[in-house]
């Protein structure tokens, strides 16, 4: 912790996420936390502490990092300790003293690598005809779910998970037969929190064996680590390309994401299993004041853009939205002949969410 604060100051933390502005000795701004017009948000640099009057928060640049990115304290050492450089050591303790999160968190590290090691060359290809590279699959840590019952569910087991942890962790449901796994037959996302921890999974139905009436995308359920209306798909890697843009944007699935992020725009996020909720919204603003949504073209997908943009005008957000023609998502739009530049070229189009409301009005009375 002291290492971190050597090389970090609370100015060099705080200034990445909303404008000091200096007035006399102090350094002030609005509240990142919480509305206000007048700042009330103090920057100590001696102290190195933070102080809002106007909803009474402060601290230090872990507690900073705790409140803004909603994480825990191992979370914000996490990304406070790559930030600075810091390499941080970790010591086995006995399991009676570890937390319950703790072990959760490992375990879903553990059966993430699992997946990853379970990939096969059917599922690979599925994805290459996607237009996914090999580079994309590795950084985005995609697995693979297969057919038996309780396979990752006797592989965690094996690493000394309790029955009752695997079923907490979401990757476990019980049923008259005992405990099976949650997923099967399916190509597997991870979900991260802001910190970069695998909390949840995101499995999309394949191969021969997949039942024919399974849901496309099943999604891990709520538990203590994964709450799916504050969770946005890709949040953690797309924090700094939000901030230095100046914009986020909103797309409805894994693999539209994934795809943007291929093509180049590294600030896309998807929401997961829900739709575009308060939560989501209040963490893009924390990066940025601009939001381009980008959801499925049609009559669905339209009402889901009218939802998503009332939400986010609600918290303050501008937002715009790129339509795309010919009833494509972003990943076949990005995959198709156009490429990069014909998803570069939606974005950079898009339209304020009034035109393109009232465009769709037009088109709909003609």
Partial sequence: VQQIKDRLSIVDVVSGYVKLTRTGSALKARCPLHAERTPSFNVSEDRGTYHCFGCGVGGDIFSFIQAIEGVDF???????????GVTLEYTKTDAKEENEKDRLFELMESVTMFYQSKMTEEAKKYLHDRGVTDATISAFRIGWAGNAWTEAYDYLKSKKYTEKEIVASGMGAQGDRGTRDKFRNRIMFPLMDSAGRVVAFSGRTFGPDAHPEAPKYLNSPETPLYHKSRLLYGFD?????MRQLGCAILVEGQMDLIMSHQAGWGNTVASSGTAFTPEHSTLVKRMTENLVLALDADEAGVKAAGKAARVALAT????KVARIQGGKDPADLIAGDGGADAWKKAVKDAKDIITFLLDVLEEHSG
Wanted: aromatic share 0%; proline share 5%; glycine share 10%.
């Fill in 316 to 319: 303050g957000l501008r937002v």
């Fill in 237 to 241: 890697r797309a924090k700094q390309p």
């Fill in 74 to 84: 191992k979370g914000a050492l996490k990304m406070l300790a790559e930030r600075a």
